[in-house]
């Protein structure tokens, strides 16, 4: 039986976004229906929204929820089940099959497309491999975060990077990504902790979730700051100068600017005895990047990508449920505005105009049955 849903559709022209009530068919073989409770708003969906595209578009790509309907060939999940959505594969080493994106039909015969999945949107179906389940009982609107924010910027430190107790770590861009990864770099004993932003009650929270350091980089060179936090008098570098620069520096926004800093932020290696350190680039880039080759070369420094925190759904998300109960991973101070489905334009213009503290949901409000 066909559900009704209210879903948040991006125009093929570009102007406002609007809300369309649609009829979502049952599940096919390989697909969840999910009654959802609340998704996060990614600023990556922001470069989605002003892109040229040829049809409609659905967006947003994490959220937490429970399962309607499950197709004939899902097993992992049934109906009841407390799930989180994501656009990363659950587990890519348990299937070769492809995931399968989806389209909606709307009022006016149009179809509005995704690639992987919708979130924005009260109700939604999803390939199975990108529904993941937890425990009854662990979901609230907080968490539905965890299938973006939380596992692009923990994943970054854990997976991708690989920080360890002890190393130095600098964080550019303390949205909900950055400050995923300070969280995660305090959990792993890293020291110190530097945040580097504008804004100054971003630079407060990111205290709040493990920063030691903060940098207003509006107000001081923050590659000069970094440095200056982790000189090493007692080892050289090829140049006869000073080890210094953070073990792992992250870039979370991905403009050019901070794009070129991470890579002189990061630290030098000591000349036969240590390679560098590692720039590694979260936030979705907007621009292409100049990086300087020398410096790479003589201080055997890396400049690497990490896409979804290199995160694996199925063995993560777990582990960033149990943090979060545990008080390690802040999801309450870390979601820091609501909005409903019909605030959704209002939403998308505070993301742009980097009104947003934290991270911004929409939560969805079901009438009692």
């Known amino acids: 039986m066909p559900t009704e849903a209210r879903v948040v559709v991006v125009p093929e022209q570009q102007g406002p976004l609007s809300i369309e009530e649609v009829t979502l068919p049952d599940p096919g073989p390989h697909q969840v229906l999910i009654k959802q409770h609340a998704s996060g708003i990614c600023h990556s969906q922001l470069h989605e929204m002003h892109q040229p595209r040829r049809s409609a578009l659905l967006l947003g790509h994490e959220s937490t929820g429970v399962v309607l309907k499950s197709g004939s060939q899902v097993s992992h999940v ?16 348990a299937t070769d099959r492809i995931p399968e994106g989806f389209a909606v039909q709307l009022a006016d015969g149009r179809k509005a497309k995704t690639g992987t999945v919708f979130t924005w949107a009260d109700h939604t179906i999803a390939d199975e491999q990108y529904v993941v389940k937890v425990a009854s009982g662990k979901t609230r609107d907080v968490t539905s975060i965890i299938g973006c924010a939380v ?17 130095s770590v600098a964080v550019f861009g303390v949205g909900g990504v950055g400050l995923s990864a300070i969280s995660a770099a305090k ?21 709040q979730f493990g920063a030691s350091h903060t940098i207003n980089a509006g107000e001081e060179n923050p590659i000069k700051a ?32 901070t794009m070129e800093q991470i890579v002189p932020a990061a630290r030098t290696g000591q000349f036969g005895a240590e390679s560098g350190g590692t720039a590694v680039l979260v936030g979705v880039p907007s621009t292409p990047v100049e990086l300087n080759a020398m410096d790479i070369l003589g201080s055997e420094k890396k400049f690497i990508g990490s896409i979804g925190g290199s995160c694996r759904p199925e063995r993560d998300f777990p582990k960033y449920l149990e943090r979060y109960e545990q008080g390690a991973l802040d999801l309450d101070a870390l979601v820091s505005t609501r909005f409903s489905i019909d605030q959704i334009n209002e939403a998308t213009t505070q993301l742009q105009d980097g009104r947003i503290t934290g991270r911004a949901i929409l939560v969805f409000d079901h009438p009692q049955a």
């Open 226 to 257: 970094i440095r200056a936090l982790t000189t090493q008098a007692g080892k050289r570098a090829i140049s006869n100068k000073p080890v210094a620069g953070a073990d792992y520096v992250f870039d979370c926004i991905g403009i050019r600017q």
């Open 187 to 207: 959990t792993l004993g890293a020291d110190p902790i530097i945040a580097v932003d504008l804004d100054d009650e971003k630079l407060t929270l990111a205290r």
């Open 151 to 167: 596992m692009t910027g923990s994943g970054a430190v854990e997976n991708t990077a690989g920080v360890g107790p002890g190393d």
């Open 78 to 93: 049934q109906p009841g089940d407390t799930v989180l959505v994501t656009w990363v594969p659950r587990d890519v080493t």
